[in-house]
């Protein structure tokens, strides 16, 4: 069933789980998401990124992601992450995406405040959320790392003034996370995730969630974070997938597919497990 995030991240709140968000480029990564998800009896965020439209377009996703999340027996949010740019965001609300997230995080603070607050009215208008980012999740790697990143962490007070004069759903915050591989131990600061949890009273939400340890997951899900943004790892476990069927023999592409959905159903079951995001829709 399609909802919004608020549906889904409402709930996880209040229960003290964690919901996982994954990008699914493509129908094999959609349906190891989904089939997973249905198969645990859990809620699901699933969708796309601005920086990952080079590999499926925006309306292409949209086809295959939204007809499959009606259908789904769980709660299913299709969301549209790091939207980058105002066009993008008015496109995927028009194709039907259920929950935006405007990423204004690398602005400054009151022209974040203003645009983000913006997004909101529009969407709210239309029953769709809005996930905003105070502070920048930067990279590990390539375009858009930070020299310090502990420079841009969330600050608790600004969070809450951020909450109240946007009016968001759920808050991405920087806390030590960070997009793609980790080249070290993330450390992520736990006592700064409760800070502003206790200030905001709003489901908090983790980029960068691949490469974390369970342990990371679980502290940082009992101090507040509801959401959890997985890619890498999906992704990785879809070409080591396809891996395994090239040297069991497998010839064709056809062949391939159960392999590489198949690899990446255990690292979603892994996650939706350790979020404690089992048997949470009946």
């Given at each position: 069933?399609?909802?919004?995030?608020?549906?889904?991240?409402?709930?996880?709140?209040?229960?003290?789980?964690?919901?996982?968000?994954?990008?699914?480029?493509?129908?094999?990564?959609?349906?190891?998401?989904?089939?997973?998800?249905?198969?645990?009896?859990?809620?699901?965020i699933i969708g796309t990124a601005e920086v990952l439209l080079p590999a499926m377009e925006l309306e292409r996703v949209a086809e295959y992601l939204i007809p499959m999340a009606k259908k789904a027996r769980v709660p299913v949010c299709v969301h549209y992450d790091h939207g980058l740019s105002f066009a993008r965001c008015m496109e995927a609300l028009r194709l039907g995406f259920t929950s935006i997230m405007y990423d204004c995080s690398t602005a400054d603070y009151e022209t974040n405040v203003a645009n983000t607050a913006q997004m909101v009215r529009i969407c709210h208008a239309m029953n769709v959320t809005v996930e905003g980012e105070l502070g920048h999740v930067g990279d590990n790697a390539g375009l858009g790392k930070l020299e310090n990143p502990s420079d841009f962490f969330t600050d608790p007070d600004m969070a809450l003034d951020y909450v109240q004069r946007t009016g968001i759903d759920a808050l991405a915050v920087a806390v030590g996370n960070a997009h793609g591989d980790y080249r070290f131990p993330p450390k992520l600061d736990f006592p700064r995730i409760s800070a502003i949890a206790e200030k905001t009273h709003l489901p908090l939400v983790l980029h960068g969630g691949s490469g974390l340890t369970d342990e990371d997951f679980q502290a940082a899900v009992a101090r507040g974070v509801c959401k959890v943004n997985i890619f890498t790892d999906l992704d990785k476990a879809g070409k080591a997938g396809i891996q395994a069927g090239l040297q069991a023999g497998v010839e064709t592409m056809m062949g391939l597919i159960p392999y590489e959905i198949e690899a990446m159903k255990q690292v979603v079951r892994h996650k939706i497990e350790v979020f404690g995001g089992k048997n949470r829709f009946f």
């Open positions: 069933m399609l909802v919004n995030m608020n549906e889904i991240l409402l709930s996880a709140k209040a229960g003290g789980y964690g919901v996982g968000f994954f990008n699914a480029v493509n129908v094999e990564m959609a349906r190891a998401v989904l089939e997973t998800a249905q198969e645990l009896n859990a809620p699901v």
